[in-house]
Each structure stands twice: as C-alpha cells, then as structure tokens.
C-alpha cells in the first residue's frame, strides 16, 4: 500500500535531531534503525549522546567513526564473534570521547525511573563493584524503609533521552508502530521525549484495532515521526524479517582499520545512499 502522506523521509528526520542531542537506542537485535544512523552520518551531526539499551555494535561505531559522538552511556559496544567495535576502542584509549560506563540492569533502571516520572530508580546489583567509584551520579544510601539501618541501594538518576531511535516492523497510516516483543524499544518510547521510528512495511488497518497486534503496538502518542524504510536495519537484523548480514559486517570491520578504508565504506553505502541489495 501507498506511503502514508504524513510519513517524513530518513533525511527528513536526521534534520530534525539537533546537534548534542541524547539518544537513546536499541540493541542489535532489537530494531536498529541503520537508516537514520545514516542520515546523521550524512547530515554531519556533531556532538550527539548516545544511551545504548544496552549495548551497540555498528551503529555507535559508525556514528563515533564519522565525528558525530561527544559522549555514550553503554555496558558494551561491541561486533560480537566478529571482533572489537574498532573505532569505539580507539576513541575510548585517545579519549576522545566521554565513556559513561554502565551495566545492562543500571540502563533499563534509569529508562524505567524516566517512565514512570520519578527522579531515580533503586539499584542492588551493582553494590560492591568497582563501577561506582566512576560514577559519581549513582548515589549509595541506607534504605530508608529498613528499620535500623545498614541496608545499603544504589539510586540511579532517571534517564530521559531526547530522541529514542528504533526501526520497527510495522507502522500504519494513524501514526502507530507495531514493535511486538522488543519491550526495550516500548521503553525507550515511554521514557524519552520524543520517538522517531522507521518501519519496514506499511500495515492496512489500524494496529490499535487488531487484538492480535495491539500488545505489541506503540501509540502516536509516543510517535514523534515515522519513515518508510524497507531493509531499514540493514545490515543487522530485523527479528522475523531478515538475518544481519554477517559478510557485510565483517567487511565493515576491515574497512574501518584504516582512515582511507572507512572513508571509501561511507562514500559508497552512506553518502551514495547504497543500502542492502
């Protein structure tokens, strides 16, 4: 079916998020939205933050190869069986970038403390570890419910990105977007600003209406705006869509060993707008 009129373009989009901006994204395998990352690239966005929910594999390396990174809030950027996120590694040994290291639980709590619009969510996990002594935002206090004292948590200050990024499986004509079981990415609508999504296919009906898809759907509420944009996570992958693609990501890999390599990766599938075959 036809593109809903009220749909923006990638581009359109990536215009939209200001330099310095915090974003906050899925993932891997939770719906990357690799064509907005793109568009970023091609804008030249500068200074952005990145809240990675938890992890990010070739999405922050690209956007912190291209120059568009100041600072990143992760528990692990990473390209898995495939080797160390290379422009990640140098830009944390250089310091040219601020690394806000986390752990996976601490991101969805201080998603979750945003979501229900309090300032700080209660931590236990992470007492005794070194992690606390590099952030000083994380607050150790007695448990003021416990009688007696001696009940140490961890408060962690609530998480509110202005742009939460994701691509979705499906969005329709009324502005909602259908995500299924990828909860981190209903989170990240809840506790962020503003939501922009890319979806991979346009649905012919209104998803709030279908009791099959209705759990799984976002509201427009939570929609900023919405882009029509097949293959859109390419080249990872979109759960019940299609695999990441392992040899791209591998050639990804060795064309970011080198300035000269990366420049040559970003002008034939970014700035030339080649995407998956």
């Known amino acids: 079916m036809s593109v809903p009129e009220t749909y923006l373009s990638t581009d359109e989009i990536a215009s939209s998020i200001p330099d310095g901006a915090l974003i906050g994204v899925p993932k891997e395998d939770g719906g990357v939205s690799m064509e907005i990352t793109r568009g970023l690239i091609r804008r030249k966005a500068r200074r952005l933050r990145l809240l990675t929910v938890p992890v990010s594999s070739i999405q922050a390396d690209m956007l912190i190869g291209a120059g568009c990174v100041a600072e990143i809030e992760t528990s692990g950027v990473s390209m898995g069986e495939f080797g160390y996120a290379p422009h990640f590694r140098r830009a944390v040994e250089n310091g040219d970038i601020v690394i806000r290291d986390a752990t996976c639980p601490a991101l969805y709590a201080e998603l979750q403390a945003s979501e229900k619009g309090t300032p700080f969510m209660p931590l ?3 007492l005794g570890s070194d992690i ?11 448990n003021p419910m416990a009688d007696g004292g001696g009940d140490p948590v961890v408060l962690l200050p609530a998480a509110r990105p202005d742009f939460a990024i994701f691509h979705a499986p499906f969005g329709d004509r009324h502005g909602n977007v259908w995500v299924g079981a990828r909860r981190e990415c209903v989170l990240l609508a809840h506790a962020s600003a503003e939501t922009l999504v890319t979806v991979e296919e346009i649905w012919d009906g209104n998803l709030m209406e279908d009791q099959h898809m209705l759990a799984g759907t976002i509201p427009p509420i939570y929609v ?7 293959r859109g996570a390419w080249p990872l992958s979109l759960p019940g869509s299609y695999e990441r693609d392992g040899e791209h990501l591998k050639s990804y890999l060795t064309a970011a060993k080198s300035k000269d390599g990366f420049a040559a990766y970003l002008d034939r599938y970014v700035f030339s707008k080649q995407g998956a075959a």
């Open 224 to 230: 900023g705006a919405v882009a029509y944009a097949p």
């Open 132 to 142: 606390l002594a590099n952030r000083p935002d994380w607050k150790t206090i007695d």
């Open 124 to 126: 236990r996990g992470i």
